[in-house]
């Protein structure tokens, strides 16, 4: 018997779901595709989803006077309700950057003065024409593979049968259009459809298999949707398959629903481990997300969905093994064994996504641990086999996956720097959305910021969190230690105006960003002592794992050719800024590369190539894991990274 479906809207956007009663609203606003913060996973610990919620109907009339907060993890949907965010500016989607972009020519940080208009600046900040900050991203090795797709599109016109040519049907059209698969039923359809339009038509085919049989005066268009399926955002992208087309083709991207479970990996698989049920329900919150893009995606192309016949999919090695519906509760203890490694191809309909019946399906191949198949895809995006010198390829998140290329020799590794560079576990930290302070300065003893969106601030993200830990530093406010220096601890290179943001909170001391009145949320955004140990945390761990590779490899940082940052964080996050807070390896600063979302593009290379797919298989086999929780000296380096690394002398703070 179907569940009872309550209605619920959530404002300021309106954005309304059915959901089964007894659905939480947290899970509710990720199916409206409504953003909730909610770093804890919807534990009732972390505070962030505070909602209020009223009747359906009673919002803005005498009768919401009485309504109340509630935590939106918590409360459960029993009616029709209309739900009110508390802070509506972290209700926004977050920024998803699709395949081709990067963060190389935004706009760098602007003064933020109530009432005054922020100047034009330049890419580095300084006010002036806009200029690129120097990236050379993104960069990718194009069109060395040759355009050959496995799902193609075959027109043929067969000579009929006589004396001379009296093959049964079957063989005929088998020589027309390659020697694939036939079922008893699709070589009873073949042989009647020859008969019947004169030996003339169009097949598509794909993996060796015949997808569909049309008439030829109905000719097709024959699309792929590649899916790079992360923990927080899905995105998206259609192309043609029929025809090599220039263009990078349609793009969307949305939230992941899954988010309602928990914004990392191994919240995620803790609520498995806890409940087995909820692999049903992540599983089925994923196909939803991929559906309603592919449905974008269609709309906006003009097309059936029935016209994609080929998928690929590039995940995390727990969001693949969700997808698929295997149980991922191993990744969540020692050792981390995955559920698959090699790539997994069968019909799209097994996955639930809403597509031609017989399209098929291409995830990649994982390497080991929690390196998974968007790892293998964004390698296979950069070409990073084909790549001369030594390369060091680091995707920055939740997990960071590092991949060195020294030779013939690759390795690779998974270090667990949790949430804070995402924003979570920082009082006012926040995802990349409209809102969040990306860019930070200290100019003058003035506080410049960057906003997207060109909003009121309302938190700080994972680039702004780097670039203002970069600025405290260098300016003297913030010792190697990751202390917070009191305005008596500080030097006299340290300006009294920034001295003045040095403040007490709660007993502690802070950093003021942002005024009460100058925030969308009417507090004040402060970088917390609390917040700086997190960061170091995430910074020694990416930094820990990167150094643990280098030398069992043998490689030193001089031989080191570049190093490419994969991702939406690398391709926002400022070089000079990762180089000052020991993020990144101590190189010379151009030969750090931005690289765009890379798994998306592997995963349409794999749409487009076999030969692409070929190569992730091949990738998946020549690469040694290295399981960091074995190596006897990573912890050492973990400690020692915690230390932030030195300058010679902290410039005065409010250089140009």
């Not at 038509?201 to 268009?221: C, Q």
């Not at 016949?309 to 995390?316: C, L």
């Not at 997994?344 to 198949?373: I, K, M, N, T, Y």
């Amino acid at each position: 018997m179907e569940a009872e479906q309550v209605r619920v809207t959530f404002h300021p956007s309106g954005r309304a779901a059915l959901v089964p009663r007894g659905m939480s609203l947290l899970e509710a606003a990720a199916r409206a595709g409504v953003f909730i913060d909610s770093p804890c996973g919807g534990a009732g610990t972390c505070g962030k989803c505070r909602v209020t919620v009223v009747p359906a109907g009673s919002r803005g009339s005498s009768e919401d006077e009485g309504s109340q907060q509630y935590l939106a993890c918590r409360m459960a949907a029993m009616e029709d309700v209309e739900v009110e965010l508390l802070d509506p500016s972290r209700g926004g989607q977050p920024r998803v950057l699709l395949d081709g972009e990067t963060g190389a020519e935004r706009p760098g940080p602007v003064a933020q003065r109530p009432g005054a208009v922020a100047p034009a600046t330049g890419g580095d900040g300084i006010p002036g024409p806009k200029r690129s900050r120097n990236r050379t991203g993104p960069e990718r090795l194009r069109n060395e593979r040759p355009w050959d797709p496995s799902v193609k599109l075959r027109r043929f016109s067969l000579p009929e049968p006589d004396r001379d040519d009296a093959i049964p049907d079957v063989a005929r059209f088998r020589r027309a259009v390659g020697n694939v698969e036939l079922t008893i039923a699709q070589a009873r359809e073949v042989s009647a459809f020859l008969r019947t339009n004169s030996w003339a038509g169009t097949a598509v085919t794909g993996y060796g298999r015949l997808l569909s049989l049309t008439e030829d005066s109905k000719p097709e268009r024959v699309y792929g949707v590649a899916f790079d399926l992360g923990t927080t955002t899905v995105a998206a992208t259609l192309v043609r398959l029929d025809r090599p087309v220039e263009s990078g083709g349609s793009a969307a991207a949305c939230m992941n629903s899954q988010v309602s479970f928990g914004h990392d990996v191994i919240t995620r698989i803790s609520r498995v481990m806890d409940d087995s049920d909820n692999l049903a329900r992540m599983r089925s919150a994923a196909v939803e997300t991929c559906n309603a893009l592919i449905e974008e995606l269609v709309s906006r192309e003009g097309i059936s969905p029935e016209a994609i016949y080929d998928v690929s999919v590039a995940g995390n090695a727990a969001m693949q093994q969700i997808l698929c519906g295997m149980d991922p509760s191993a990744l969540g203890c020692l050792p981390f064994v995955q559920a698959f490694d090699g790539a997994l191809r069968g019909a799209a309909g097994e996955l639930g996504l809403r597509v031609h019946p017989r399209a098929r399906v291409f995830v990649f191949p994982q390497v080991g641990g929690f390196v998974g198949g968007d790892t293998t895809a964004g390698l296979v995006g950069v070409g990073f086999v084909r790549r001369a010198g030594t390369s060091l390829y680091i995707d920055i998140g939740t997990n960071g996956e590092i991949v060195l290329k020294h030779g013939e020799k690759m390795l690779a590794a998974s270090t667990a720097a949790g949430p804070a560079l995402e924003g979570a576990r920082i009082v006012e930290g926040m995802r990349g959305s409209p809102g969040a302070i990306e860019h930070v300065r200290l100019q003058d003893g003035e506080v410049s910021l960057g906003v997207i969106g060109d909003e009121r601030p309302s938190g700080i993200c994972g680039s702004g969190l780097i670039e203002v830990l970069s600025e405290l530093l260098t300016s003297g406010i913030l010792g190697r230690n990751g202390k917070l220096r009191s305005p008596d601890e500080c030097g006299p290179e340290v300006l009294p105006a920034l001295r003045r943001r040095l403040t007490q909170r709660d007993g502690r001391t802070v950093f003021v960003l942002v005024t009460a009145e100058e925030s969308a949320t009417r507090r004040p955004i402060c970088l917390w002592q609390k917040d700086v140990s997190e960061l170091q945390l995430a910074i020694a761990a990416i930094r820990a794992g990167t150094e643990t590779i280098l030398r069992k490899a043998g490689v030193s940082l001089a031989d080191l050719d570049e190093v490419l940052l994969a991702g939406g964080f690398g391709s926002f996050v400022q070089r000079e800024h990762a180089l000052r807070v020991g993020l990144l390896p101590p190189v010379e600063a151009a030969k750090i590369r931005s690289m765009g979302n890379t798994a998306l593009q592997g995963a349409k290379d794999a749409l487009l190539s076999e030969e692409a797919q070929r190569e992730a298989e091949e990738l998946r086999d020549a690469i040694e894991h290295i399981d960091l929780s074995l190596d006897p000296g990573f912890n050492d380096l973990y400690a020692e990274f915690m230390v932030f690394p030195e300058i010679a002398t902290p410039a005065p703070a409010g250089r140009p």
